[in-house]
Nanobody, 122 residues
C-alpha cells in the first residue's frame, strides 16, 4: 500500500486543520493506520491511530481531546482533524500503515507516506 499525506499549512495558534492520507492498493482497508509527526529537533513520535474497521482508536496524550482520527475505507482515506493547535504541534506529519494497534499506539509499521508540513505560529 502507498500513502500520501496532505492538508498541511501555516495556521495560527488556536486554529484547526484537517489532514488527509490517501492510500492506493486494494488491501488498504485491512491495515490499521496512524499518524506520526516529527517536530524540529525531535524524533518522530506517535500521534493517533485507528483500526482497520474504525472501531478502535488510540491517541498520544498530547492529542487527546484535541485531535480526532477517522477513516473512510470506501475512499481509501484517513483523516486527522486537529483542533486548538499550538506551537508544539508544528512538525511534519506522516501517515503510516501498520500491523496492530493498541491503546499505546500503532505497531509494526511497514508503510510510510510522504509527510505534510504543519506550522503553527503564535
Amino acid at each position: 500500500v502507498q500513502l500520501q499525506a496532505s492538508g498541511g499549512g501555516l495556521v495560527q495558534a488556536g486554529d484547526s486543520l484537517r489532514l488527509s492520507c490517501a492510500a492506493s492498493g486494494r488491501t488498504f482497508s485491512a491495515y490499521p493506520v496512524g499518524w506520526f509527526r516529527q517536530s524540529p529537533g525531535k524524533e518522530r513520535e506517535f500521534v493517533a491511530a485507528i483500526s482497520w474497521d474504525g472501531r478502535s482508536t488510540a491517541y498520544a496524550d498530547s492529542a487527546k481531546g484535541r485531535f480526532t482520527i477517522a477513516r473512510d475505507n470506501a475512499k481509501n482515506l484517513v483523516y486527522l482533524q486537529m483542533n486548538s493547535l499550538g506551537t508544539d504541534d508544528t512538525g511534519v506529519y506522516y501517515c503510516a500503515a501498520g500491523r496492530s494497534i493498541t491503546t499505546e499506539g500503532l505497531y509494526g509499521v511497514d508503510h510510510w507516506g510522504e509527510g505534510t508540513l504543519v506550522t503553527v505560529s503564535s
